[in-house]
């Protein structure tokens, strides 16, 4: 399972770090992925990565301010956010899928794991 963490209110151009802890599972034989959805619009991959070899992806909408991080030795991928925008506004949710990835996931492969959502407000 996986257990999502870290969500708050923040001033716009602050930063959160969110945490995606996981168990039950062999935690390198997955890419773990962050997802957020916003009131009224669809859910969106913000950041994914491979624990296994480190390798990491990220939304356009959030590269160069978000940065996502794996602790094999805990079982847990980090999200940190820096210069948070009133858009990054959402629910933020962590989900694994067993394998490799070689990009963002997309919206709507089959994802083996998800983490109940933590929710994000950015403040104007």
């Known amino acids: 399972q996986l257990q999502a963490s870290g969500g708050g209110l923040v001033q716009a151009g602050g930063s959160l770090r969110l945490s995606c802890a996981a168990s039950?599972?062999?935690?390198?034989?997955?890419?773990i992925g962050w997802f957020r959805q916003a009131p009224g619009k669809e859910r969106e991959g913000v950041s994914c990565?491979?624990?296994?070899?480190?390798?990491?992806y990220y939304a356009d909408s959030v590269k160069g301010r978000f940065t996502i991080s794996s602790d094999s030795a805990k079982n847990t991928v980090y999200l940190q956010m820096n210069s948070l925008k009133p858009e990054d506004t959402a629910v933020y949710s962590c989900?694994?899928?067993?394998?490799?990835?070689?990009?963002?996931?997309?919206?709507?492969?089959?994802?083996?794991?998800w983490g109940k959502g933590t929710l994000v407000t950015v403040s104007s």
């Open positions: 989900a694994a899928a067993f394998g490799i990835v070689a990009g963002l996931i997309k919206i709507g492969r089959s994802m083996d794991y």
């Open positions: 990565i491979n624990p296994s070899d480190g390798s990491t």
């Open positions: 039950g599972f062999t935690f390198d034989d997955y890419a």
